[in-house]
């Protein structure tokens, strides 16, 4: 992937971060966060785009999603996880396991939720995003090459190989 494309990918991350952020916190609706994040930074196309593919993503897998916080994010309530922190691993286990796009391998994945967390939370969250993602990787095959096939989504990954 060209550092441009890679970079404007990051952008729309972090546009999608903060519209979860503002939806979680305000409760403003996701893509009207997406909508004041594109007029605060003047994002292009295409990075609206990957991130309105991120959000409706991770709004139609939330529950999964979440479950699966609950159970790897061992000792930890999820309510009680730093927002950013809960939002950010929302990103990355949508890309990680539902998201099935071979052209973001779970490294790059894994990646991009731990850099998030360095730039808007603490690098002790960069270590526990990469934790938690790197688990889920294991678990579920994710080589980090995105030769993988993503879990179905919902009800499926009510239990996971690991026992979780």
Do not use: C
Not at 75 to 87: E, K, M, T, Y
Not at 90 to 108: C, K, M, Q, T
């Amino acid at each position: 992937m060209s550092g441009e494309k890679a970079g404007a990918r990051r952008r729309a991350r972090e546009a999608a971060l903060q519209a979860l952020f503002q939806w979680e916190a305000a409760g403003h609706p996701v893509l009207a966060g997406l909508d004041w994040a594109a007029a605060e930074y003047g994002l292009e196309e295409d990075v609206l785009a990957f991130a309105r593919e991120l959000l409706n993503g991770v709004m139609a897998e939330r529950r999964a999603i979440d479950d699966l916080i609950a159970r790897y994010a061992r000792d930890w309530d999820i309510q009680r996880l730093a927002r950013v922190d809960r939002n950010i691993l929302r990103i990355g286990i949508y890309e990680l396991l539902f998201a099935n796009r071979p052209d973001v391998p779970a490294a790059v994945a894994i990646n991009e939720a731990v850099e998030l967390a360095k730039r808007f939370s603490s690098a002790e969250s960069g270590r526990f995003v990469n934790g938690i993602l790197g688990q889920l990787a294991r678990d579920y095959g994710k080589s980090g090459d995105g030769d993988a096939s993503s879990p179905p989504s919902g009800t499926a990954l009510a239990t996971d190989p690991a026992g979780h």
